[in-house]
């Protein structure tokens, strides 16, 4: 099996084409439009003028997360495991900080105000170990943001047999398989909301976010979609440490 960043390598041709007249990559379109403003409303709340703090974008894949990160205001570093994403976001953002590697390759930084993880930590299968990694590299009172499928989402289109195969269980789906391109199988982890509360409580944060954005009849006229609509596809949760 791939590595995940191999794996991640060839998918990122589809987060490297032209931006649409929007200014928004098609196949980033529902992370920006749906996934994003949550997040970015209650950064905003918390840190309305973020002049000198410093924000991490965990996976950051293209860089489009870490580029909104430094227009608020932010010291952003952009990580990624994938040589080609990583790449692509040089590419795309040539004034930006980018690191390749793992959150270990963080340590012996300063810590960070703000660690973002957009659509990232349902790839992984420890999600302890890595919690426990962002924890260490995250400053007392600093905020934890991210989006990660919504569990209902994924079974609705388990039910309908796109996207997503080879689940354990289709009800509730725990793990399984996503192919955004046929013939790249991505490994999926499905945790509930509650799972993720749990995890982050025992390491002493409080959940200050939760979200579920629905699909847009504004951005389904701009960016029709093959699947079901009727679930939320992000789940967004806050944390402060």
């Given at each position: 099996?791939?590595?995940?960043g191999q794996t991640?390598?060839?998918?990122?041709?589809?987060?490297?084409?032209?931006?649409?007249?929007?200014?928004?990559?098609?196949?980033?379109?529902?992370?920006?439009?749906?996934?994003?403003?949550?997040?970015?409303?209650?950064?905003?709340?918390?840190?309305?003028?973020?002049?000198?703090?410093?924000?991490?974008?965990?996976?950051?894949?293209?860089?489009?997360?870490?580029?909104?990160?430094?227009?608020?205001?932010?010291?952003?570093?952009?990580?990624?495991?994938?040589?080609?994403?990583?790449?692509?976001?040089?590419?795309?953002?040539?004034?930006?900080?980018?690191?390749?590697?793992?959150i270990e390759a963080?340590?012996g930084r300063p810590?960070?105000?703000?660690?973002?993880?957009?659509?990232?930590?349902?790839?992984?299968?420890?999600?302890?170990?890595?919690?426990?990694?962002?924890?260490?590299?995250?400053?007392?009172?600093?905020?934890?943001?991210?989006?990660?499928?919504?569990?209902?989402?994924?079974?609705?289109?388990?039910?309908?047999?796109?996207?997503?195969?080879?689940?354990?269980?289709?009800?509730?789906?725990?793990?399984?398989?996503?192919?955004?391109?046929?013939?790249?199988?991505?490994?999926?982890?499905?945790?509930?909301?509650?799972?993720?509360?749990?995890?982050?409580?025992?390491?002493?944060?409080?959940?200050?976010?939760?979200?579920?954005?629905?699909?847009?009849?504004?951005?389904?006229?701009?960016?029709?979609?093959?699947?079901?609509?009727?679930?939320?596809?992000?789940?967004?949760?806050?944390?402060?440490?």
């Open positions: 099996m791939s590595e995940p991640w390598d060839r998918l990122s041709r589809l987060f490297s084409g032209e931006e649409d007249v929007q200014g928004i990559p098609p196949a980033a379109a529902d992370n920006i439009l749906l996934a994003w403003p949550p997040i970015l409303a209650w950064l905003r709340e918390l840190y309305p003028a973020p002049q000198g703090r410093r924000a991490l974008d965990f996976g950051c894949g293209a860089g489009h997360f870490t580029a909104k990160l430094r227009e608020l205001g932010f010291d952003a570093l952009g990580m990624d495991s994938s040589s080609a994403m990583m790449a692509t976001a040089r590419r795309l953002f040539p004034g930006l900080a980018f690191q390749s590697g793992d963080l340590q810590p960070f105000d703000v660690v973002a993880a957009i659509m990232v930590l349902q790839f992984i299968p420890d999600l302890k170990a890595t919690a426990q990694a962002l924890d260490r590299v995250l400053k007392p009172g600093g905020l934890l943001a991210f989006a990660v499928f919504n569990p209902a989402f994924v079974q609705r289109l388990l039910e309908a047999g796109m996207l997503f195969k080879d689940f354990d269980s289709p009800t509730p789906p725990r793990r399984g398989i996503m192919e955004l391109v046929e013939g790249v199988a991505v490994p999926v982890f499905i945790r509930s909301e509650e799972e993720y509360r749990a995890l982050f409580a025992r390491l002493g944060y409080t959940c200050a976010l939760v979200a579920r954005p629905p699909f847009t009849a504004e951005f389904l006229r701009r960016y029709p979609v093959p699947f079901p609509t009727d679930e939320p596809e992000f789940l967004i949760l806050g944390f402060q440490k």
